[in-house]
């Protein structure tokens, strides 16, 4: 009983620390989205400048180094591999805010992308080896509460310190805390036996990328859900950058009033629906795989009459309000998609197929999906001014009309994919 009691104290301090990681990962990553008003008005860009900053720039190294870190962390210690990124993307971050032109910020951004491109998969990785099948979906769910407080932390954080102090001052700081950071988490976190829930080949030599791509491409469930996360995250993503200015031009918020709303919303709904899409998987999951697929189609489907409503809305009580709603349903296909993604494939692959499924909802939702909405921004504006915003990201919703189409395609495959 001691033992097993020990083993659930080192895997809950282990998943915490993981947590923090994942909650600097996207303090940084997100931090930019608040930061956007003071630095278009610093810099003078426009928001298609915004778009690629805050989308391509970070983008562009995280997706392509991706899938080689990844390679590494199938074959070597995964605690050090994040480790390492943790203080590459940390350290750049705070290089941000040194910039003086749009080319200074975008290098620095592509710098943070370097750095985070060695902290998810690797993470997922480890997760599956710290917790049993049956755990997984919850484990993954609570490790994507990063998601939700990090994105939070930095809006609210960005938008205090640029409204007290100066916007360069927000990267300095959410920069430096990770730095700090950083030891703290390889001296907590140890490498595992690779593969030890799984009765299933454990000790195996990782195998060539090519026999790893051979795999996937014999698994339609995985592309479905690949393609299904990408369109979702085209929306999503883009929402995270561009909500807070939506909110300071159509309702004439300040920037720490902004902050403080996307911040609260993010909190609230990112992790109850994180944790509901999570719960939901390992119940339903157990009795039926094509659960991990169809739980986020239905959640997909239901956010897009309160995304319109909320965008339409001129009260920004109601629009508040009913942005909750499909927040939380927008994070549920986290624990579900993931858990999945490491299950389709055996465990010495795990954290090259999870690089591989990020390499396409990255490239798609933060590469494309930011700019995007930027460039449409642009487009609309002669026409509706400071409401240009709320049409480009209404006209976005129809991505999660397609991504559940995709999830309700990959759930008819799930079972046959299946590694068991």
């Given at each position: ?77 995964r605690s050090w591999i994040i480790t390492i990124a943790l203080v590459v993307w940390s350290a750049m ?64 954080l960005g938008g205090v310190i640029a409204s007290r102090v100066d916007w360069r001052y927000a990267f ?209 504006q002669v026409r509706f001014g400071d409401d240009s915003l709320r049409y480009a990201i209404l006209s ?25």
């Open positions: 009983m001691d033992v097993q009691r020990d083993s659930i104290v080192n895997r809950g301090s282990v998943l915490f620390m993981l947590v923090v990681v994942y909650t600097f990962n996207f303090m940084d990553r997100q931090i930019i989205g608040i930061l956007a008003v003071p630095i278009k008005a610093d810099l003078a860009l426009t928001d298609t400048q915004l778009g690629l900053m805050g989308g391509l720039a970070f983008a562009l190294f995280y997706t392509a180094l991706g899938i080689p870190i990844a390679m590494l962390a199938d074959r070597s210690n971050t705070a290089v941000c805010g040194l910039a003086q032109n749009f080319w200074q910020i975008f290098l620095a951004r592509l710098g943070v992308g370097v750095g985070e491109a060695g902290g998810v998969a690797p993470a997922y990785s480890l997760i599956s080896d710290y917790f049993p099948p049956q755990q997984r979906a919850r484990a993954l769910a609570v490790f994507s509460f990063g998601i939700p407080i990090g994105s939070a932390l930095g809006i609210v300095f700081a959410v920069g430096l805390a990770g730095v700090i950071v950083a030891p703290l988490f390889k001296l907590m976190v140890a490498e595992p036996e690779r593969g030890r829930f799984d009765h299933i080949a454990r000790n195996d030599a990782p195998p060539p990328l090519s026999e790893i791509v051979r795999t996937l491409a014999r698994k339609p469930s995985f592309w479905a859900m690949s393609l299904g996360a990408a369109c979702s995250s085209m929306i999503g993503y883009g929402l995270f950058f561009w909500l807070p200015s939506f909110f300071v031009r159509s309702y004439g918020l300040e920037l720490i009033d902004a902050s403080l709303l996307f911040g609260a919303m993010l909190l609230i709904g990112g992790i109850a629906g994180t944790w509901l899409g999570g719960s939901l998987a390992d119940r339903f999951g157990a009795v039926r795989r094509s659960a991990y697929a169809t739980i986020p189609a239905i959640a997909f489907i239901a956010t897009v009459p309160f995304y319109v409503f909320a965008v339409l809305s001129p009260s920004l009580t109601v629009t508040f309000l009913a942005f909750l709603v499909p927040t939380l349903l927008g994070f549920a296909w986290l624990g579900p998609v993931l858990s999945a993604i490491q299950h389709i494939v055996p465990p010495n692959m795990r954290a090259t197929a999870s690089a591989v499924f990020l390499f396409i909802i990255n490239l798609l939702g933060i590469g494309v999906g930011t700019v995007a909405l930027g460039m449409l921004s642009d487009f609309l976005g919703t129809g991505f999660y009309v397609l991504a559940a189409i995709l999830y309700l395609l990959g759930a008819k495959r799930l079972d046959t994919d299946w590694e068991s």
